[in-house]
């Protein structure tokens, strides 16, 4: 594969808004699946976050192939489920949003870190991540798995080398991160905006 593990994601991020300017949801969970292969070769300090994305995104496919027309913009699926009054069910498409936007908020964080501080070891750059996103909205038995996980982080340049392949694997990153954040930032607005942006884990 030419380029990065990054490439396709970058790619994908260019489709996620119609031309009005609205979130669409297939293009919107096929970057997050994009993302799915760079979790992968973290192996198994990331096998808690790459399941729990992976559970959010087929939760929200399903939705979405129950009716495309209907849920083709990915913030209908919420506005649906508030309206029903379902929204803060733990198995609502609302909660899936939320939970799947947060790690991609501590992945974004991760690879930040990674590219901003040249001499942390992946252990310490997963751990301020975590602390900066994940952490205030779970409980105490998520924290310490995570905790017990981020002490399997693999070293930071065999990690590196495998994710460049035959790209520029700084300039991806960066391009990530700046291509991803305002995509979840406003993620994150819609979801305040009906009051759902801070739901905890249990």
């Known amino acids: 594969m030419e380029g990065t593990l990054?490439?396709?994601?970058?790619?994908?991020?260019?489709?996620?808004?119609?031309?009005?300017?609205?979130?669409?949801?297939?293009?919107?969970?096929d970057v997050c699946k994009q993302i799915l292969p760079v979790i992968d070769k973290f192996g198994a300090a990331m096998a808690l976050v790459k399941s729990d994305i992976s559970g959010n995104i087929k939760r929200?496919?399903?939705k979405y192939l129950s009716n495309p027309s209907e849920f083709n913009h990915l913030y209908t699926m919420v506005r649906a489920e508030v309206e029903a009054k379902t929204a803060k069910a733990s198995s609502s498409c609302t909660n899936g949003l939320l939970w799947l936007t947060?790690?991609?908020?501590?992945?974004?964080?991760?690879?930040?870190?990674?590219?901003?501080?040249?001499?942390w070891t992946m252990s310490q750059a997963c751990t301020d991540s975590y602390s900066k996103t994940l952490k205030k909205w779970h409980g105490w038995l998520a924290s310490s798995s995570f905790t017990v996980a981020m002490k399997l982080a693999p070293d930071r340049k065999?990690?590196?080398?495998v994710l460049?392949?035959?790209?520029?694997?700084?300039?991806?990153?960066?391009?990530?991160?700046?291509?991803?954040?305002p995509i979840l930032e406003e993620n994150h607005k819609f979801l305040a905006s009906v009051g759902l942006d801070d739901l905890k884990a249990s």
């Open 60 to 62: 929200l496919e399903n």
């Open 164 to 181: 460049g392949s035959t790209g520029d694997i700084n300039l991806d990153i960066e391009k990530f991160c700046t291509t991803f954040s």
């Open 6 to 29: 990054f490439t396709p994601a970058l790619e994908g991020m260019k489709h996620v808004k119609s031309d009005e300017g609205e979130m669409l949801t297939k293009p919107f969970l």
């Open 158 to 161: 065999k990690f590196m080398d």
């Open 102 to 119: 947060r790690a991609m908020d501590f992945l974004v964080e991760l690879f930040r870190n990674l590219l901003e501080h040249a001499d």
